[in-house]
């Protein structure tokens, strides 16, 4: 079993809808979660961190942990074809272990 | 601009090479990284300052060897490489190493590596 697993892409949503990206991990001990977001190209970047159960909300990024199912989700509302990356997903507990990460395609 | 810097962002060596990349950050940052990532494949941690101490992934091979010269340089020495070397080398630092929430990764733009 892989430390972090994500759903298997790619995901293609229309422009204006809601994007899911899912993520579980295998370490309960593990700490705190990473959405970092890559562009073709280029080096990964943060879009959100979360550690405590529940919601965060940041713009149309939000974040859902639920340590019980170890389980990670970003939703994207509103999606633009700005949008379209890969999405990875870490998790942390001492150092950070990434997931293989999901394709997004936003078509307009 | 990145607040982590990496040079130099492409380089091309044959297998008999000796080379360096180097990062650099200034945001005060305590923890330093070495991340290898292949096309299509999710950044692998090869190796970790912290508090300067390093710690190293045990399957990364001693053609590697990275340099800290002090908290804010971390040097990557390239020695003897092979062609499945080849891959997109990034460089991360983050507030501290361990602790919840304030691990965020901070990456640079990467050094294009290409074995011949």
């Known amino acids: 079993q892989k430390e972090v697993e994500q759903n298997s892409g790619p995901l293609s949503v229309p422009e204006g809808a809601i994007a899911s990206l899912n993520c579980t991990y295998s370490d309960r001990g593990s700490q705190s979660f990473f959405w970092y977001r890559q562009y073709s190209g280029k080096s990964p970047e943060l879009i959100m961190f979360?550690?405590?159960?529940g919601d965060k909300e940041d713009g149309r990024f939000t974040a859902q942990l639920n340590k019980a199912s170890q389980y990670v989700s970003l939703l994207i509302r509103d999606s633009q074809p700005s949008d379209s990356a890969t999405y990875l997903c870490?998790?942390?507990?001492?150092?950070?272990?990434f997931g293989d990460g999901t394709t997004l395609t936003v078509k307009p | 601009d990145t607040e982590v810097t990496q040079t130099p962002k492409h380089l091309v060596m044959g297998m008999t090479n000796k080379k360096s990349l180097k990062c650099e950050q200034h945001?005060?940052?305590?923890?330093m990284y070495w991340y290898k990532q292949k096309a299509k494949k999710p950044p692998e941690l090869m190796f970790v300052y912290s508090y300067e101490k390093l710690s190293i992934n045990e399957s990364v091979p001693s053609r590697f060897s990275p340099e800290c010269p002090n908290s804010s340089l971390l040097n990557l020495h390239l020695h003897a490489l092979q062609p499945e070397d080849s891959a997109l080398y990034l460089c991360a630092s983050s507030q501290e190493e361990g602790q919840a929430g304030a691990n965020v990764l901070t990456f640079g733009a990467g050094s294009r590596l290409t074995v011949l």
């Open positions: 870490a998790v942390n507990r001492g150092k950070s272990t």
């Open positions: 979360i550690y405590s159960n």
């Open positions: 945001m005060g940052h305590r923890a």
